[in-house]
């Protein structure tokens, strides 16, 4: 399996509170991408990395940044938490541009109440 | 807009064989990928289709026809360990995973 980690496995917070979720890699690899899953809509990008410092948006952006400092970490922030904003965060990791085989992480479920 | 439609759930049983489609409308596309999803756990990739055909790994088959924007898995003697959420995921012209809303496959013995 990837060497990949997702921390915290389980958050519940309050609305309007910032909230900052981590993704580890040990694999070395150049890509990394947060998504979000909810029913009935699949896996949704929220933003992307293709390099240290070089990330950016994808479809559901709005309310989320993100930070690539070093090639292992990946971190998602939501700035100011919103019940919308509940779901189950995944990240994946991939060594190409053409990213058709991604490996993800075990997720991280969030509630905002 | 961008689209893919699968079915939301198939029922199956053990040791038959079922087939999962996908029609995708896509700005774009470079190929399509199928993941397997158990409830609770992470996306797994199963197969990549990129030019038209099948292809094949072990009980599992993968067909794309690109002039009918059209693919489906298929999936053979099927165990009760393969009742999962099956997505297939088209790579768009910014090299991008679209993903359908996936389909629960139910086996029953």
């Known amino acids: 399996d990837a060497g990949i980690t997702q921390s915290p496995r389980h958050k519940v917070t309050e609305t309007g509170t910032p909230v900052t979720l981590r993704c580890h890699q040990t694999?070395?690899?150049?890509?990394m991408y947060w998504y979000r899953q909810d029913p009935g809509h699949g896996l949704r990008l929220i933003h992307y990395?293709?390099?240290?410092?070089?990330?950016d948006k994808g479809e559901v952006s709005d309310g989320y940044s993100v930070s690539r400092s070093k090639t292992e970490d990946f971190l998602l922030t939501l700035e100011s938490a919103t019940s919308s904003q509940t779901s189950v965060y995944f990240c994946?990791?991939?060594?190409?541009?053409?990213?058709?085989?991604?490996?993800f992480g075990s997720g991280t479920q969030l509630s905002v109440l | 807009g961008q689209s893919l439609e699968q079915p939301s759930e198939v029922t199956a049983v053990e040791g038959a064989i079922v087939q999962i489609n996908c029609t995708y409308q896509?700005?774009?596309?470079?190929?399509l990928s199928w993941y397997q999803q158990h409830d609770g756990g992470a996306p797994t990739f199963l197969s990549y289709?990129?030019l038209d055909g099948l292809e094949e790994t072990g009980r599992f088959s993968s067909f794309l026809s690109r002039s009918d924007s059209y693919g489906y898995l298929l999936l053979q003697e099927l165990q009760m360990k393969d009742s999962a959420s099956y997505f297939c995921?088209?790579?768009?012209?910014?090299?991008?995973?679209?993903w359908g809303a996936g389909t629960k496959l139910i086996i029953k013995p």
């Open positions: 994946a990791i991939s060594d190409n541009k053409g990213n058709e085989k991604l490996f």
């Open positions: 694999e070395n690899h150049r890509y």
């Open positions: 990395s293709y390099g240290v410092k070089d990330t």
């Open positions: 896509t700005s774009g596309f470079y190929g």
């Open positions: 289709n990129a």
């Open positions: 995921a088209v790579m768009d012209s910014n090299y991008q995973l679209i």
